[in-house]
């Protein structure tokens, strides 16, 4: 039974120590989640003190990127082996700010996958079409090939272990999330590209994908009943701790329901 997954990605929002204040202001409430999966991700500067803060409280915490090295002249990276040290268990890959504002390419991704998954970090990998391609009927395509570049040579087992962000670019940081009738599908077309390269796949069902973008208190029940949609990640309406909460108690009544 998969887990239900609500991801909080702080951006570079908070400063350190408002990034501490939040992790205090939410800590409770990762007890209160059950059947969930729970993960932040705080800066790099960060996470020493927000690691150890959420240690024990059921909210894991992630890194926003990685090298793909372990060690080595890297200037300005930070690898892995510093992330593991620090107890972060989850790292992100991939997201569209970091492809659109520092030039990250999808082997660039590829390697960083490769790297999480030999540590045993839980990759979030993030990836979504861009507004010309939607508007030009390239959604499918477009990610179908992205999977196949970016997970050639990862196995089925660990293919499970990643945690998949379809994250639709134009969707990102804006008023309104994509529909959640129009997601639905699109993930279903997902899981299918995933059983066609990993054929020992149920249909891709065993896959956990989630949905991001403009994810808020509104558009989050709706968003919830999608039946391909395994969580939810969510940036600016989740540091609210408020919010959060609302989130939380929401989804652990979701993940109730399907049990
Ligand atoms: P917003 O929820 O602020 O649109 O950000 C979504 C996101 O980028 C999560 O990775």
């Known amino acids: 039974m998969k887990r239900m997954i609500l991801g909080s990605g702080w951006k570079m929002f908070l400063s350190d120590s408002e990034?501490?204040?939040?992790?205090?202001?939410?800590?409770?409430?990762?007890?209160?989640a059950q059947g969930l999966e729970l993960f932040v991700l705080p800066s790099f500067t960060a996470l020493h003190r927000v690691t150890e803060r959420l240690a024990g409280s059921g909210i894991r915490v992630g890194a926003q990127n990685m090298a793909w090295a372990e060690k080595g002249a890297f200037t300005g990276e930070v690898s892995v082996l510093s992330l593991k040290e620090m107890g972060v268990t989850h790292v992100e890959i991939g997201h569209t700010e970091r492809r659109e504002l520092f030039g990250e390419t999808v082997a660039t991704i590829?390697?960083?996958?490769?790297?999480?998954?030999?540590?045993?970090?839980?990759?979030?990998?993030?990836?979504?079409?861009?507004?010309?391609?939607k508007r030009n009927g390239q959604t499918e395509r477009v990610l179908a090939e992205e999977?196949?570049?970016?997970?050639?040579?990862?196995?089925?087992?660990?293919?499970?272990?990643?945690i998949f962000a379809y994250e639709p670019v134009w969707a990102i940081g804006v008023a309104q999330s994509a529909e959640p009738e129009e997601v639905n599908p699109i993930i279903g077309s997902?899981?299918?590209?995933?059983?066609?390269?990993?054929?020992?796949?149920?249909?891709?069902?065993?896959?956990?994908?989630?949905?991001?973008g403009s994810v808020?208190?509104?558009?989050?029940?709706?968003?919830?009943?999608?039946?391909?949609?395994?969580?939810?990640?969510?940036?600016?309406?989740?540091?609210?701790?408020?919010?959060?909460?609302?989130?939380?108690?929401?989804?652990?009544?979701?993940?109730?329901?399907?049990?």
């Open 19 to 32: 990034a501490l204040a939040h992790a205090e202001a939410i800590a409770a409430y990762g007890t209160e």
């Open 110 to 133: 590829a390697l960083k996958l490769r790297t999480a998954l030999q540590h045993g970090l839980t990759p979030v990998y993030c990836f979504g079409e861009n507004a010309a391609e």
């Open 190 to 212: 997902l899981r299918s590209v995933l059983a066609e390269l990993y054929p020992s796949s149920k249909e891709g069902s065993e896959f956990r994908i989630v949905y991001g």
């Open 147 to 162: 999977f196949r570049e970016a997970l050639h040579g990862i196995g089925f087992e660990e293919a499970q272990t990643i």
């Open 216 to 259: 808020n208190l509104d558009n989050f029940p709706k968003l919830l009943e999608q039946p391909h949609i395994d969580g939810l990640f969510v940036g600016r309406a989740s540091l609210v701790p408020e919010n959060y909460a609302e989130m939380v108690r929401q989804m652990t009544r979701k993940a109730a329901e399907q049990r």
